[in-house]
T-cell receptor, first 109, second 116 residues
Framework: KNEVEQSPQNLTAQEGEFITINCSYSVGISALHWLQQHPGGGIVSLFMLSSGKKKHGRLIATINIQEKHSSLHITASHPRDSAVYIC???????????FGQGTRLTINP | DAGVIQSPRHEVTEMGQEVTLRCKPI?????LFWYRQTMMRGLELLIYFNNNVPIDDSGMPEDRFSAKMPNASFSTLKIQPSEPRDSAVYFC??????????????FGEGSRLTVL
């Protein structure tokens, strides 16, 4: 079993839909990152969080430390949101990130 | 700020050749990471440096891989000799660790390596 599990692996939705991507992890962490990677592109850090909730525009990330679970939400999804979203956790006292396998999101117009 | 700068963006080489990938981290960042991304294995950490010193190289696949960071503004990842299974996208990332070691990570655009 991987230390970081994401679901779903693939998600296709229509423009405007509310999107949720989930991440579960099995180790104690100091921080959790959500990353975005467009096809053939680089990787962008969307959020880094260790508790509670963060919001940037249409993106919201939440984390429940007790349940070892995080969610990434996209409101009013748009085709430009189509990308792979990667969850990564940083262990306590560590700098290494352990990555999930990624969720491929496709938003159709 | 220019962000993390990697070169080359694309490299095609023949098996057995030496490959050198380069990275310039964001000024002021004290952590530098080298990652490899493949379809089969996703993102994997190869090695990371703190204040130019290698801290953890347990992800380096074998002796054919080496990494250096001679100063705070430059790092190299070298593969010698290269093999087709080394074909991947290699990402460099940097962060500022600060006092709590929870620095946000900034990635370069990646170097896509193809070994024929």
């Amino acid at each position: 079993k991987n230390e970081v599990e994401q679901s779903p692996q693939n998600l296709t939705a229509q423009e405007g839909e509310f999107i949720t991507i989930n991440c579960s992890y099995s180790v104690g962490i100091s921080a959790l990152h959500w990353l975005q990677q467009h096809p053939g592109g680089g990787i962008v850090s969307l959020f880094m969080l260790s508790s509670g909730k963060k919001k940037h525009g249409r993106l919201i990330a939440t984390i429940n430390i007790q349940e070892k679970h995080s969610s990434l939400h996209i409101t009013a999804s748009h085709p430009r949101d189509s990308a792979v979203y990667i969850c990564a956790v940083r262990g306590q006292g560590a700098q290494k990130l352990v990555f999930g396998q990624g969720t491929r999101l496709t938003i159709n117009p | 700020d220019a962000g993390v700068i990697q070169s080359p963006r694309h490299e095609v080489t023949e098996m057995g050749q030496e490959v050198t990938l380069r990275c310039k981290p964001i000024s002021g960042h004290d952590y530098l990471f080298w990652y490899r991304q493949t379809m089969m294995r996703g993102l994997e950490l190869l090695i990371y440096f703190n204040n130019n010193v290698p801290i953890d190289d347990s992800g380096m696949p074998e002796d054919r891989f080496s990494a250096k960071m001679p100063n705070a503004s430059f790092s190299t990842l070298k593969i010698q000799p290269s093999e087709p299974r080394d074909s991947a996208v290699y990402f460099c990332a940097s962060s500022y660790g600060g006092a709590v070691h929870t620095g946000e990570l900034f990635f370069g655009e990646g170097s896509r390596l193809t070994v024929l």
